[in-house]
Nanobody, 120 residues
Framework: QVQVVESGGGLVQAGGSLRLSCAASGSIFKVIAMGWYRQAPGKQRELVAGTTNSDSTNYADSVKGRFTISRDNAKNTVYLQMNSLKPEDTAVYYC??????????????WGQGTQVTVSS
């Protein structure tokens, strides 16, 4: 069994900052990649930022220069530092982890989501 748990969402004023955390635990051989997605009401889920074992990162154009993704491989944890938040960043943020288990299977796991609300 693998669990992916997010934390750190909340309500913040425009221009403020929040830091999200996501930890993967359980029957993990290796975490291959981790990333953050978000889904606003009435919109499709979109990639916000991702990182791989080689420390490469990628960001949605809308968050470049404001958000930073980082990873602690020893803890199987990924963080998303969100600065200069805008009302349009309001969404449920989901953590995704691509994990190889001890049976050598690779699966994508999702967290339960954490609400981020930015007031104007």
């Amino acid at each position: 069994q693998v669990q992916v748990v997010e934390s750190g969402g909340g309500l913040v004023q425009a221009g403020g900052s929040l830091r999200l955390s996501c930890a993967a635990s359980g029957s993990i051989f290796k975490v291959i990649a981790m990333g953050w997605y978000r889904q606003a009401p009435g919109k499709q889920r979109e990639l916000v930022a991702g990182t791989t074992n080689s420390d490469s990162t990628n960001y949605a154009d809308s968050v470049k220069g404001r958000f930073t993704i980082s990873r602690d491989n020893a803890k199987n944890t990924v963080y998303l530092q969100m600065n200069s938040l805008k009302p349009e960043d309001t969404a449920v943020y989901y953590c995704n982890a691509d994990i190889r288990d001890w049976d050598w299977n690779v699966r994508a796991y999702w967290g339960q989501g954490t609400q981020v609300t930015v007031s104007s």
